[in-house]
């Protein structure tokens, strides 16, 4: 993950994880209920993509399942009118940022602290609207195709967390 993908990254995990409007979050904490919140982020360090949730023991395991499903169809996973509207208003919020002066150096530390490069807010955005179809299902395979090497971390002080079955 470089970069040049990091607004791919930024509408992908907006797209599919981040809460209210992402496919995972939906599905695990608006309609199955196992989640009370959801968070991801992308590791530049390990090259991971890492989700933390909140739930009780008892769903991690069909959270697991939810994840790997999907990561496994695009074409299930993927709106394109949901892409758009989302693209848009991403590159409305970022544009309204720029008058933050704040913001633009919060972002510039970030890019060079992650990516030893900076990266302008400005190219930023327009990166960001030029994204497409293709750029987000590279980067979703790229998911799917690593998802064998899931590592699960659970912290628990319930005895139960010696029970879970995680396939």
């Known amino acids: 993950m470089t970069l040049e993908n990091r607004p791919v990254r930024y509408f992908l995990q907006s797209l599919f994880l981040k809460l209210p409007e992402g496919v995972l979050y939906n ?5 199955l209920g196992w989640v009370y ?4 982020s992308f590791d530049q360090s390990t090259q991971t993509l890492n ?3 909140s739930c009780e023991i008892k769903y991690i395991a ?4 939810e994840v790997k499903k999907l990561f496994s169809d695009f074409a299930t996973s993927y709106d394109d ?3 758009k ?7 409305k919020r970022q544009e309204m940022a720029q008058d933050e002066p704040q913001i633009l150096v919060d972002f510039l ?9 900076a990266l302008s807010f400005s190219e930023y955005v327009k990166t960001l609207a030029q994204i497409d179809q293709a750029q987000i299902k590279e ?11 899931m590592r699960v971390v659970v912290t628990s002080n319930k005895p139960e967390i010696q029970d879970i079955a995680i396939s």
């Open 139 to 149: 980067l979703f395979d790229e998911i799917g195709a690593n998802l064998d090497k």
């Open 62 to 65: 069909g959270i697991v399942d």
């Open 81 to 83: 009118k949901k892409a």
């Open 85 to 91: 509207i989302l693209r848009d208003m991403t590159v």
């Open 37 to 40: 919140g959801l968070q991801s």
């Open 27 to 31: 599905r695990l904490r608006n309609e």
């Open 51 to 53: 989700l933390e949730l």
């Open 109 to 117: 530390v970030e890019n060079l602290t992650e990516f030893g490069e």
